[in-house]
């Protein structure tokens, strides 16, 4: 973990922004991170994925949110969100072949302030969970810190570092595509998926997730801290 | 309903008794699940534990056994366990361990009750497997097995009721007939000398030799017992009981083992079930007089084979039973040839070679057969009668399904029309000085089995390809060489290799890479060894007594076969159930997980044996 990063997961950070935070954000953060000595089973996670037009947070938009809810290492379907989220820009063309959400899609969609206040009370007290997390991170930071005045500080384990961290144990050469959410999810026998949006890959992470937790500790007595970025 | 979810409800439309609920249902139905992830080797549930949800195996497989530890299921993706403690307030009956790394979903038992009381089939299926009715349900599913099955699956021994009764040769009728009222039994063995067996006497003696020709009860039984009666051994199978008996109507059969009687079997302990219906087709091909006719009986083999696989028949059992139906046929051609064309002018036996020979037989198959003629055979004199015999059997084959043999390898064929002189340098040859070409007739030449005629003629002619080929190291490399050219479709990291363009992209090669592998590395293991069956589970098992293969890679290589063929086969079954011409290549991605597993797991096996087999023969040629 870099020095940025400590400062960032730090509680004098979350004081600091907290004191910013304004509407959802503030109720957000009223409701205290996950304590990261707790056992993971005793945590509650929210896998999450997120389409957007571009990579780039300060310039580029979400289109879709997609997440599911994991309590006592369950995934729980009922939970399952699929949020088509409004740009502010029109779609180009390559974000149009990438996700196939069009403008026509997201019309009547609601505006990115509107899809947070939904998704920040569902994120409140949980763990972030996602597949190379700095996007997820970088564009809700951003979003939140635009409309909501301080950025998002939220515990987060990113499977791709978690299966790094595997890879790395095993001291096996890497293959090419080896860190793909689909090839790590084959390793581990879970399912294929068809179709790809926001909501199939926050579920195909939950899984993933599930299932590196159970390698290395398969009753979940293991400390939060352990798995987190 | 979003997409995602649908992959969920598709996956259940996909699994019985999920396939039978309505669509709407079934749409809903992802919402009011969870899911967990199990590692390898993971307890997920002991008898008593706390279970409020039915599982079902999303991938992966698990292993139930009972609280004293006896195996009672393996499942896999798409099947559900948990199912007793729902009928039990939640509490789990049984132990469910892991078998591999698994996702789980989770259905609460609440909505498992609510689709239960709502749609009777779902409930039903659940109840069978494990609710309350589960022991009428095991009943039930005693009942429904397949009695041609069980028969398939009994060995004669395990039909033996009672101890043998038998009287000894010097006995008067009047003596036998108080002790078969006595011991309340319709037969009677006659013996001599102690236990040796000199004749049978039936009921139907009773009524046929004595009361109807009005003879004396003080006249010995020698009168009327029918000497020397055909038997069966403890080992064969219950249905080649039943072959026997309608073979020969007769309707007891002794039990012999190493020349002593030790029981009968009775056409009641058979056929107490009736709906045999492999043995009614063969009592049908007997009495038929026309290919054409014979045609329909054969046309319904696919589906017998797939009643037979979905009984849960093994592939062994299988192939046996189909097998069985071409040796009708093939016998009754014959007859029919010999009342066309006379009695032969000298003795000859019709052999099957190829999977017939083995017994291995699946869905339709072409057909692989020679003839033997008596060394009295006179080309000028009785080339032209055995020319229209072999061509009336392999035309008549033909018609009834069995397509020519595309290497010509058919008794039609003069140059496998011959005496045995000609086969004994034929054979000479093939072992002495092997060369590739010899090498592919071997897999069909070296598998023979006497179907009709006179099979005496084979005796010799088989004891010296016996003797020849077990001391022939040379000839043995070569047959090793050559069976290593089929290699088993698994890469350095045990992926499957699978077959590349074509019609078949991205399919294994189920018999050509799976099967014929086996049937090679057994062909030669009994050859060195002078084992002389020639079907492959029992040549192994025959192997087994060997230095050249270990007891443990032989029996490996059972599994292997059986789970190799019964996998094929399935594959087959599918097929004609979905109306397509059977075929060998399989899709993996048709098979659960845990079945590539197994599938992986058994060519590996295959994969070692043919090193191993290698390292005791070396290889040469090819």
Known sequence: MGLRQKIVDSDFYRQMVQRRATGPLRSYYDIPAADPDTPIRNVEFVALDLETTGLDPKHDEIVSIGLVIIRQLTVDFSSCQHLLVRPKKELSESSVIVHRIFDSDVEQAPDIEIALAHILPILAGRVLVAHHAPIELGFLGHACKRYFGASLQIPTVDTLVLALRDLHRQGQPMKSGALKLESLRHTHNLPPYRVHNALSDAIAASGLFLAQIAKRDPKGELELRRVLR | MSLELKEISDFLKQHHPFDLLPDDVINALPKRLTARYFRKGTKVLSPEQQCLHLHIIRTGGTETRDPDGQLLARLGEGECFGVRAMFRNGKAANNITMLEDSLVYLLPEKDFHDLAGKYPQFNYFFEQMGGAR?????????????????????????????????????????????????????????????????????????????????????????????????????????????????????????????????????????????????????????????????????????ELLSNLIEAGATSRNAGHIVTTLSDAATSRLLQLAEEKFGPPPVPYVWMAGGSQGRQEQTALSDQDNCLILDDAYDPDQHGDYFKSLADYVCDGLDTVGYVYCPGEMMAKTAEWRQPVRIWQQYFNKWIEQPEPKALMLCSVWFDLRPIHGTRSIFEDLHRMIITKAKGNRIFLAYMVGNALTHHVPLGFFKNFVMVRGGEHDRTLDMKHNGVVPIVDIARIHALANGIDVVNTYERLEAAMAFPSISKQGASDLLDAFEFISITRLKHQVRQIRNGDRPDNFLHPESLSAFERTHLKDAFSVIKNLQTALENAFGKSGT
């Open chain 2, 134 to 302: 589960l022991r009428s349900g095991m009943q039930l599913l005693e009942k429904r097995d397949d009695d041609q099955l069980k028969l398939m699956s009994i060995r004669v021994s395990d039909l033996i009721a009672r101890d043998l009764v038998s009287i000894d040769i010097g006995a008067s009728i009047l003596e036998a007939g108080k002790l078969m009222s006595a011991e309340r039994v319709s037969c009677l063995l006659i013996t001599q000398n102690g236990d040796e067996v000199a004749g049978i006497m039936t009921d139907r003696d009773l009524r046929n030799r004595v009361v109807a020709e009005a003879r004396s009860f003080d006249e010995p039984v020698t009168n009327i017992m029918t000497p020397n009666p055909i038997s069966i051994g403890p080992d064969d199978y219950a249905f080649d009981a039943l072959l026997t008996m309608t073979r020969h109507n007769v309707r007891h059969l002794p039990v012999m083992k190493d020349g002593k009687a030790i029981g009968m079997i009775t056409t009641n302990n058979l056929l107490a079930r009736q709906s045999l219906s492999a043995v009614h087709m063969v009592g049908r091909i007997r009495k038929m007089t026309k290919p054409a006719d014979m045609a329909k009986v054969i046309a319904q083999v696919p």
